[in-house]
């Protein structure tokens, strides 16, 4: 079992920059691919990062490549999320999600609660 914990959201005026953070519980964490995804209001929740278990392969959505980058610390059981370039349409709330080894966008099997972004225009 894993337990996830998102931090870090808020509010931020278009073009800002965000830094989301998820601690892990567990004594494997590298063996567990990480993701984040998103979910607007009234839309369904949709991909947006992913990483190894040992940082070495990192997958995005089209949305937000060259704009987000995703990576881990494993000796803190933790994945971070920097979001550069904010745009109001990165408003959403964000979820940490791991499952056990990589799959990149697909079949997570542990999520955290989320963590509010909002951009502002």
């Known amino acids: 079992q894993v337990q996830l914990v998102e931090s870090g959201g808020g509010l931020v005026q278009a073009g800002g920059s965000l830094r989301l953070s998820c601690a892990a519980s567990?004594?494997?964490?590298?063996?567990?691919?990480m993701g984040w995804f998103r979910q607007a209001p009234g839309k369904e929740r949709e991909f947006v990062a992913a990483?190894?278990?040992?940082?070495?392969?990192?997958y995005y959505a089209d949305s937000v490549k060259d704009r987000f980058t995703i990576s881990r610390n494993n000796a803190k059981n933790t994945v971070s999320l920097q979001m550069n370039s904010l745009k109001p349409e990165d408003t959403a709330v964000y979820y940490c999600?791991?499952?056990?080894?990589?799959?990149?966008?697909?079949?997570?099997?542990?999520w955290g609660q989320g963590t509010q972004v909002t951009v502002s225009s």
């Open positions: 990483i190894s278990g040992s940082g070495g392969i990192t």
């Open positions: 999600a791991a499952r056990y080894g990589y799959s990149g966008s697909a079949e997570y099997d542990y």
């Open positions: 567990g004594r494997t964490f590298s063996s567990y691919g």
